[in-house]
């Protein structure tokens, strides 16, 4: 026969190096700690090292802990000060910031607000979020505009001084470390350093200050369906989580086990969400977890979610495709899916 006459498989550029190195039938039973010091190294091997261990946690447990990650102690303290004297405001003034009145998903959700787990009954915690914001008003005013379904400006507390400044102080240093960390994960997957550079231009990085009133053990019993956080997946790149010492992070392994996340002081949690899952067909994992806070107390963290630029496709990368393989997803733009995420996280809780 001819050697046009039958199907051939498709050539890629890269022979799914990754796709052929993974190890699906391997599980964890800890999540790993990462020092980050030699993200500045000038030396490309030290950097590919780095990598590789980033890659070993993506591929394998979809978290990791970061030491070294540069983010200055007080920007972290002054944030939860404000958070909490946020919380602490009556519920009336806070409902002046109602995420349900925001079309872009920003500000105030109440206890109960939220239902992450679609079989849950809502989630034990109060939120504040916020997205991209220059620090200071006169810098940056030619930001470009965006005009994804989650464009939009941020909302605050009027009459809260020394609210904004903190908040936005340790956004800014949390998006740094998110920008220092998409060269090491375009490295985890053997592409070059700067692939996301233009993915990322305008960062999508939405913050939240988290507040889990203490779970009553009786009722955990009772009733499983209301946690701090039903089990979820992220749905961007990745997160950088800071959580206090309480406790009550859990990440489901391969085997179906919750492993605690136990905090690690002088650490931040990373771990991967939906956006590098469809990226990579699932090679990185964007991997379950909750928070049951059972620590007898109030546990604070602040999650900020890193994706990519909300106008940009999610599309399978050839080092994670196998030549004539389906994609295991439908191509959607990181706004659409974020979008689609928030919309249903939040509709229990809509009031039309
Ligand atoms: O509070 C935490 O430790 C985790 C929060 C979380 O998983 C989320 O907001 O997506
Ligand atoms: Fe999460």
Known sequence: MGHH????????????????????????EEIPVIDFKDANSKDPVIRRELADRIRDACINVGFFYLKNHGISHHFITDTIDAGKRFFSLPEPVKMELDIHKSSNYKGYTALLGENTNS??????????????????ASVEENAPIDNSPMNGGNVW??????????VLAYYHAAVDLGKRLFPLFALALDLPENFFDDKTTKPAAIMRILHYPPQNLTDIAVNDKQIGIGAHTDYECFTILWQDQSGGLQVQNMKGQWIDAVPIAGTVVVNLGDQFA???????????????????????????FFGTDYNVRLEPIPSCASPGSLAKYDVVTAGDYVKSRLEATYSHSATN
């Open 119 to 136: 079989e849950g009954q809502g989630d034990l915690h109060e939120g504040f979020d916020i997205g991209w914001e220059p620090q200071e």
């Open 157 to 166: 507390p009027k009459d809260l001084p020394g609210f904004k400044e903190p």
């Open 5 to 28: 006459h039958h199907l051939e498989l498709p050539e890629t550029p890269s022979p799914g190096y990754l796709l052929a190195n993974r190890r699906t039938e391997s599980t964890f």
């Open 278 to 304: 469809r990226w990579t067909n699932d090679i990185f994992k964007s991997t379950l977890h909750r928070v049951m806070n059972r620590s007898g107390h109030e546990r604070f963290s602040i999650p900020l």
